[in-house]
């Protein structure tokens, strides 16, 4: 009585290991499981890109040329 059935659907477990097993670029890549691994490589890459520039006006316009 009260026991439960265990078939092969409640029985089966996720390959995923557990989130305190994963490294930092894993656990930040878990929370967009749905989205593309290649739209976030790109959006990664933009906001470097786009730090660069930062870095890049701010020291030329430190230096008067802009």
Same mark, same amino acid.
């Given at each position: 009585?009260?026991? %439960? ?6 029985? @089966?477990?996720? =390959? ?7 490294? $930092?670029?894993?656990?930040?890549? %878990? ?6 691994? @290649?739209?976030? =490589? ?7 890109? $786009? ?10 316009k ?5």
């Amino acid at each position: 009585m009260g026991e %439960e059935k265990t078939t092969p659907e409640t029985e @089966k477990k996720t =390959d995923r290991p557990d989130r305190s097993q994963l490294n $930092a670029f894993e656990n930040f890549y %878990e929370n967009f499981r749905k989205v593309p691994l @290649k739209y976030i =490589d790109i959006f990664i890459g933009v906001c470097v890109a $786009a730090l660069v520039i930062v870095v890049l006006v701010g020291i030329l316009k430190s230096k008067g040329i802009l």
